[in-house]
């Protein structure tokens, strides 16, 4: 079961990684703007200041734009830093390029701004497979809102689950916020 439900991450993983490839450098910014707009609508972002944001690869949802609007709302902006060697995600502060990074505790972390490669409704998510966001979220202080950002075609039926996968509580798209939270209750209702 263990490796038929690995089977069928990395057949997702493979699938998608290979659409985003495809991808138009135009259509990816185009739908990132709609993304970061309704990202901005949100309620709970409205209401933080304290977010970490991803530094996205070229075929990802970007958020170089998203970065430097919330900075000029006075938000504090945190980017992760992979520790390789301890298979583990960092905190930094956003400062000036030329400066070091300063890392600084994770219960600062209000709102994180999490990517992947592929979502499902209910919050689960599949990554690069290292399980880094996994560990990372799993530490997460009760109250801090976890958010994927996603082109909709991302967004797949079914994503198996492992006891250390973390749930998301929103996805947002060009096309829809989805509420993870609501999708979960309504698969418990039946």
Not at 1 to 18: A, P, Q, W, Y
Not at 56 to 80: C, D, S
Not at 99 to 107: D, F, G, K
Request: charged fraction near 35%.
């Amino acid at each position: 079961m263990l490796t038929d439900n690995i089977l069928v991450k990395n057949e997702i993983r493979g699938r998608l990684i290979s659409l985003r490839r495809g991808l138009d450098i135009k259509w990816i910014g185009d739908k990132s703007i709609e993304i970061e707009e309704r990202l901005f609508n949100e309620r709970d972002f409205l209401e933080k200041t304290y977010i970490l944001f991803y530094s996205a690869f070229e075929k990802e949802v970007q958020t170089k734009g998203m970065i430097k609007r919330a900075v000029e709302m006075n938000k504090k902006v945190f980017l992760p830093v992979t520790d390789f060697k301890n298979r583990n995600i960092l905190i930094s502060e956003l400062y000036n390029k030329e400066e070091e990074i300063r890392i600084v505790p994770e219960n600062v972390v209000e709102i994180i701004i999490v990517p992947g490669i592929a979502f499902s409704e209910i919050g689960s998510r599949i990554g690069f497979g290292k399980g880094f966001y996994d560990k990372f979220l799993s530490r997460l202080l009760v109250g801090v809102k976890t958010i994927g950002l996603a082109f909709d075609f991302q967004i797949v039926d079914e994503i198996p689950l492992y006891n250390h996968d973390f749930l998301l509580d929103r996805i947002i798209t060009e096309k829809r916020v989805i509420d993870c939270k609501k999708c979960r209750d309504k698969i418990e209702r039946g």
